[in-house]
């Protein structure tokens, strides 16, 4: 079971990125799903999740309405669409399933 998130990068207030979290050794249909960030000297939080049907989305306060969770199902592979930055969403952002060790993150740095 691996995690590979990648796409975040420097961006500045405003921008829009997407996260890609793809997934091996299960399927992102069997389980809900999720994103986390940890920002330097915080604890890590969630940000969004998605049901294991996909009809239910939950966000954050801070992001909601600005991001945005997907899946592929047959890519196999879970999304953050992040429009509208602001330099409070700087942190690295982990792809998330319950019992599933952390993987090595993305870094979003947004910044003027």
């Known amino acids: 079971v691996q995690f590979v998130e990648s796409g975040g990068g420097l961006v500045q207030p405003g921008d829009s990125l997407t996260l890609s979290c793809a997934v091996s050794?299960?399927?992102?249909?069997?389980?809900?799903m999720g994103w986390f960030r940890q920002a330097p000297g915080k604890e890590r939080e969630s940000v969004a999740t998605i049901s294991v049907g996909g009809g239910v989305r939950n966000y954050a306060d801070s992001v909601r309405g600005r991001f945005t969770i997907s899946r592929d199902n047959e890519k196999n592979v879970v999304y953050l669409q992040m429009n509208d930055l602001k330099p409070e969403d700087t942190a690295v952002y982990y792809c998330w399933r319950s019992g599933v060790n952390w993987g090595q993150g993305t870094q979003v740095t947004v910044s003027s």
């Open positions: 050794g299960f399927a992102v249909t069997d389980y809900p």
